[in-house]
């Protein structure tokens, strides 16, 4: 399974993007979607993720109120809208996705996901 994400860029502070991730293959209904993000010099942290049997969203604090997951099941597409951007989100972004949702405590753990996307890089300027 390949992970295409997409929508990173250079974007002011306060302003906003859309990232996008889709799978090569139909995920299954019992998959987990997420969204992780690792600035230079640190370690890989855990953003967002959606369970695709009930819809239901998870967020890290430092992004919770800011930053929407979404899914268009037509398109087998996740999004991660992020609004009111600031310079601590610069980070490259990856896509991740678990066939089987983990057990909630688990969801914030990338060691959870078996399939990764590329990255795509969001610098958010001062």
């Known amino acids: 399974v390949q992970l295409q994400a997409s929508g990173g860029g250079l974007v002011q502070t306060g302003g906003s993007l859309r990232l996008s991730c889709t799978p090569s293959?139909?995920?299954?209904?019992?998959?987990?979607m997420g969204w992780f993000r690792q600035a230079p010099g640190k370690e890989r942290e855990f953003v967002a993720v959606m369970r695709r049997s009930s819809g239901h969203t998870w967020y890290s604090d430092s992004v919770k109120g800011r930053f929407t997951i979404s899914r268009d099941n037509a398109k087998n597409t996740v999004y991660l809208q992020m609004n009111s951007l600031k310079p601590e989100d610069t980070a490259v972004y990856y896509c991740?996705?678990?066939?089987?949702?983990?057990?909630?405590?688990?969801?914030?753990?990338?060691?959870?996901?078996?399939?990764w996307g590329q990255g795509t890089l969001v610098t958010v300027s001062s």
């Open positions: 293959i139909p995920t299954s209904r019992n998959s987990a």
């Open positions: 991740a996705l678990a066939r089987n949702s983990p057990i909630v405590s688990n969801l914030y753990n990338a060691g959870a996901y078996e399939y």
